[in-house]
């Protein structure tokens, strides 16, 4: 993978983050707002902490940090499959979900790609 290829699938990992994020955000927002109980079962206090790791790790993309992008893509998973199996959700929307952590496993390689590629532009530079 080439830096520029790179630098665009980590761009769409901190983008899908972005996503992520905000959706969250926004049914915990109408999960307080309108005390819905379907939504208050799926969305509470912990909700809050998923939005700021969710963020956190999305800062960390944008800089690319191969920990953040691999971190994002495990946590996303997983906090996709405590929700869907945990709360008995289901498995509606799971092709978004699928989408979502196939832009964050692409984005986590790219990170370690960019990184690569980058060490060897320095390694070169320097030998000449």
């Known amino acids: 993978m080439t830096a520029d290829k790179a630098q665009r699938a980590i761009r769409y990992a901190w983008i899908a983050a972005v996503v992520s994020g905000t959706w969250t955000l926004v049914f915990l927002v109408l999960a307080v707002l309108t ?3 379907g939504l208050g079962q799926i969305f509470d206090a912990w909700a809050v902490v998923d939005v700021l790791i ?3 790790l999305t800062f960390g993309i944008y800089h690319r940090s191969r920990t953040c992008a691999l971190l994002m893509l495990i946590y996303f998973v997983g906090s996709q499959l405590l929700v869907r199996i945990g709360s008995g959700v289901g498995f509606g929307g799971v ?3 699928i989408v979502l952590a196939a832009i964050f496993a692409r984005g986590a390689y790219a990170a370690f790609a960019y ?3 980058a060490a060897g532009d320095v390694s070169t530079s320097t030998s000449a």
């Open 35 to 37: 005390r819905d109980p």
């Open 54 to 56: 969710a963020y956190s």
């Open 95 to 97: 092709v978004v979900s």
């Open 115 to 117: 990184h690569r590629a």
